[in-house]
């Protein structure tokens, strides 16, 4: 079924994917000319599969719960911020924050992400084909992320326990992230997460792990030169 | 907040719609900035020398009119609503002198020979009616909505900001040291309208720029000297640059295709323009300048 955001109103839209519930056939939606609109697809809870043919704006896919979301174009600002569950794929570039903040799920971004991705990230698994930016896992509290490229400045600053893996080079770590030992239960992550997202081109031990020094949980004087 | 869009033409065919493309950048963008509105235009001018870009304020263009071609005989003056572009061949030294010192209640808002700049307070789409963006043509253009936050919603408060011949500057963020610096540049002899923090990077850039720095070279030292969060788009008479701080939490995306460069906060802003699903969509880097034209 296909949603014209030319002839409905984005919250026409977002209400209707929002109230499928279980019994509905009709599964299967495409949303055209979304023109960069901000929250499309936004608090989705339902197990339905939405592609969006598109740029897309802010805060897309945010809050997903269950739905597959795939958007065609790039996404802006906060692409499934939020998200508890379900699977968000960008086949273009995501903007800043992507993933920010999300519980579970899975965030595929075909392209690069740029700063900030996995900000405060709190469980979700985030793969990213191509590079990220800068501060990427930014106080990162659990769950995982894969970069298959490059990842700018300060990777991991102030990171509690999620896992980072990077193909490419790193810039630099952040505040208390480190490089730590890829263990066989670290490559099954990989692996699933390599399966998960389509990639075939590359093995778990093509990647780095890196992780929290743990020294910065709670403030130690001996450790001040560190924040 | 603030909204800030640029568009530049790699094809000439396209010139006579830049400002149907400008303006729906610019009323796109309005959500970002509701509280005014400004836009430069950069077109050559073939029978005079210079352009001069006047907004009015309160004054009757007739007796505008009147003042100025008392002193200016030889000059060409068109109003458009509350403001009024002025050809002539006369330099800007003696213009800009007779505005200071005998038309103290005008702004000249912008001067150069390709440069033509309309700003004022109100929602951009009504702003862009006003001086009928629409129908204007030129190789490339800048423009501006603001969310005002630093310094009052005026005329002298809105974007974009000229301190030089054909150059001008558009600012989405906010400066933290434009105080320290506006009392620098004016020991160097800059002038400044407002207590705006963008006029004062406007000022930076002019200052650098007089004193035979490049562009990129100018933006790249202000990476060092201004302190703050933005996203900068510079017009000069040939082009544009884009700059983010380092930080890069101000937004900012690019669209390019064969036939334009195009510089909006966000892609919705150019969701209208031609071709633009098919065109290289990327985001800037932090502290890494960008220019086309120059």
Redesign the interface.
């Known amino acids: 079924m296909n949603l014209d955001l030319k002839k409905l109103k984005l919250r026409e839209v977002n209400q209707k994917l929002q109230n499928i519930g279980s019994k509905q056939n009709q599964r299967s939606f495409t949303v055209i000319n979304p023109e960069g609109n901000h929250a499309i697809c936004a608090g989705l809870k339902d197990e339905i599969d939405v592609t969006i043919k598109g740029h897309t704006g802010y805060f897309c896919a945010g809050m997903n719960q269950n739905a597959f979301v795939t958007i065609t174009g790039n996404v802006g600002t906060g692409v499934a911020e939020n998200m508890m569950s379900g699977k968000v794929h960008v086949k273009g570039n995501a903007s800043q924050s992507a993933g920010a903040t999300a519980h579970g799920g899975l965030l595929i971004i075909d392209g690069d992400a740029s700063s900030r991705c996995g900000i405060s990230m709190k469980g979700v698994d985030i793969v990213v084909k191509g590079s990220v930016g800068h501060m990427c896992a930014f106080m990162a509290q659990a769950g995982n992320i894969l970069i298959c490229g490059d990842a700018g400045e300060a990777l991991g600053d102030s990171i509690y326990e999620t896992e980072i893996y990077v193909k490419g080079k790193v810039k630099s770590l952040g505040a208390d992230c480190i490089e730590k030992k890829l263990e066989r239960k670290h490559e099954m992550v990989i692996e699933n997460l390599l399966k998960n997202s389509g990639i075939k081109k590359f093995k778990p031990s093509d990647f780095k792990r890196y992780g929290s020094a743990r020294k910065l949980y709670n403030f130690k004087i001996d450790n001040l030169s560190n924040y | 907040m603030c909204g800030i869009v640029g568009i530049y033409l790699k094809n000439k065919k396209l010139e006579k719609s830049l400002g149907r493309f400008l303006s729906g950048m610019l009323k796109n963008m309005s959500s970002r900035g509701p509280d005014s509105a400004g836009f430069a235009i950069y077109k050559e001018e073939k029978k005079y020398k210079y352009k001069y870009s006047i907004c009015l304020n309160k004054i009757n263009f007739l007796t505008f009119k009147k003042q100025f071609t008392k002193v200016i005989k030889k000059a060409k003056i068109e109003q458009i609503s509350d403001h009024v572009i002025i050809k002539t061949n006369e330099k800007p030294e003696k213009i800009l002198k007779i505005i200071n010192e005998k038309l103290k209640d005008i702004s000249l808002v912008g001067y150069g020979k390709s440069i033509e700049i309309f700003k004022q307070v109100g929602n951009p789409e009504k702003v862009v009616k006003k001086f009928n963006l629409e129908k204007l043509e030129g190789s490339h253009g800048i423009g501006h909505t603001r969310m005002a936050t630093e310094s009052a919603i005026t005329t002298d408060g809105s974007h974009p900001y000229s301190t030089g011949e054909d150059e001008c500057l558009v600012h989405n963020g906010s400066l933290s040291n434009h105080n320290n610096l506006r009392r620098e540049l004016r020991k160097k002899g800059s002038k400044f309208n407002s207590e705006n923090d963008t006029e004062v990077a406007a000022g930076y850039i002019s200052n650098s720029l007089k004193n035979k720095n490049t562009l990129k070279d100018t933006l790249l030292s202000g990476l060092k000297d201004l302190d703050g969060f933005y996203t900068f788009i510079t017009g000069t008479r040939k082009g544009f640059a884009i700059v983010r701080d380092e930080i890069?939490c101000k937004?900012a995306?690019i669209a390019e295709t064969n036939d334009y460069v195009a510089i909006a906060s966000?892609?919705?802003?150019?969701?209208?323009l031609p071709n633009v699903?098919n065109a290289k969509?990327?985001?800037p880097?932090?502290g890494i300048v960008y220019t086309w034209g120059n």
């Open positions: 890069a937004p995306v966000e892609f919705q802003a150019m969701a209208h699903n969509i990327f985001e880097d932090p």
